[in-house]
């Protein structure tokens, strides 16, 4: 067990590392490539902390899987949105459903949950639709924007119930990866679709993209302390 463990270890850090690395790569001017890259690195520390939980903890890995496809969709998604927007953000938008049921999986879901995900739906689509430096080309556009934005708003609602109904490490991480994972989106936000100056634009762009994979990786990790966490309700 130890062995795995070890292994485990160092192949996390090396991916993160490595995603580290790509992230700032691709802020200072990385291509494409780069992008691609970086995005597979979190979905590997999903697969690999997928293959050691199925080995330490073969009775509780619905979190588990539901997280890795939750990670598959989001690198697709990060991908896509470099090619087509559109794409991009309808993968992202299936990865948070999958993230939000697996959070339901922790903690089973409750009416509180729908208040804290309305609530930050309700801010997110005011700040969309009302904010003047905020211009839509399109009303699909706007819609879609708030749709996603109602998404992701239930998933980091559910991360915060869950930490205030179950404090615990893991859920912890949960919460910590849904903030930046929300403020990420925010920044995009900014830089896609304000009337500011490009200069101004370019900040919230690398703003994005450093909260963004760290966010991943968070998310990402959560699933090598599934493990821990279970054996220590037992105890």
Known sequence: MKKYLTLQNILNLVLALGIIAGDVFYITGGKLMVKTITSAGFFLIGLINLFYSFKQNKKNMKFAMIMTVGLFFAMLGDILLGMEFIVGAIFFAIGHVFYFVAYCNLVKFKWVDLIAGGVLSLAAVLIICLLPIIVFEALVMQILVCFYAVLISFMLGKALTNLIRERNLLNALILIGSILFFFSDLMLLFYKFTSLPLETR??????????????????????????????????
Not at 209 to 235: D, V
Request: glycine share 2%; proline share 6%.
């Open 202 to 235: 370019l900040i919230f762009d690398a703003l994005c993209l450093g909260t963004y994979y760290p966010a991943e990786i968070i998310l990402a990790m959560t699933i090598f302390f599934l493990p821990q966490q279970k054996s220590e309700e037992k105890n």
